[in-house]
């Protein structure tokens, strides 16, 4: 099937670990992103435009994670037994997964810049509507140019270090043009934004302090919500670097990738999709308060113990009790049953 990097059979114990920490992934994804969803979905405070393009984000990560699960299957057996073609969509859908994700997130700073410098125009410009036409547009002009960058492939490429099928294009041209535009040009453009976004938050924070304290608040919240996506951007940047770069060095040497290189390599490219989760649980206070909620719904275990402490009470005695005398002054000790 195709072509296959690193023929060296691995050690037994290197399988395991490398089934292992593909199966932890693979759940982590899921589970995390499925997460997500239902969060956002259950969240009042958020605009629609945010919350689609969040779902989508997630929804794309939680693809990922679906279509990684038969790579648990071919590291345990230490081969790829699916065959050709399903290496070949694996390797489409995995791309277009990977352009989304870094569409969505430039989408998302996009919004955030038009909710600062053109407010009373947001609700029109990032209508519901609109932002859900825009995802499914970019979805299948996505889709759309994997099938047809596909007939410039050099093959199905199934990397042996980490069982995972990809696409390897034919030529150094197509694997630079690949890093220029799904890493370097989306960082400069994010980064642009990121730069106006701060002066225009810090400008607007200041005017807001001289009002009130609320408004203040309100400024604050902003500029954690900038932070977030900042952080999700550099990590998006930080995952997949390493690999676009071990490609591109790997086509204009046209040599083989050590096995430890392409397994940290990818490694890191689809642990991504399980990042952007913890990051939103770590910035956002109202996330971490619907998913505490969501999970109190649906797992009981996680309420907390409603039931008060017990208390000893205090029977009543007939016997009369002699009055305690203080220097002449008495003192009586009355108790409610």
Known sequence: MGNVTEDEPLSPYLVAVRTCFVAVVVIMIITGNALSIAVTRSMPGLADSTKILMISLAAYDLLTGVMSIPNVIASAFDRWPFGEFYCSINGTIDATCCCMSITLIVLMNAERYIAVTLPF????????????????????????????????KEDNNQFKAVLICDVVFNGTVLEISVLFFLV??????????????????QNHAVMLNKCNNAANDTSFLDNKALRAFLVVTILF???????????????????????????????FAVSNSFFNVFIYCFFNRSFRQAAKRLMMRYFPCFKSSTVAPMTTPILKDDTPQPAVRRKGRAAFISVEL
């Open 121 to 152: 125009r947001f609700p029109i410009l990032c209508a519901k509507r609109r932002v859900i036409a825009v995802v499914l547009i970019a979805s299948v002009v996505s889709l759309v140019l994997q099938i047809c960058l596909s007939y410039f």
């Open 184 to 201: 370097i040009l989306p960082l400069v453009v994010l980064t642009y934004i990121y730069l106006r976004l701060i002066k225009l938050s």
């Open 237 to 267: 940047a930080v995952c997949w670097t390493p690999l676009r770069v071990v490609r591109v060095v790997a086509a204009i040497t046209d040599k083989m990738q050590p096995i430890w290189l392409s397994f940290t390599a990818k490694g």
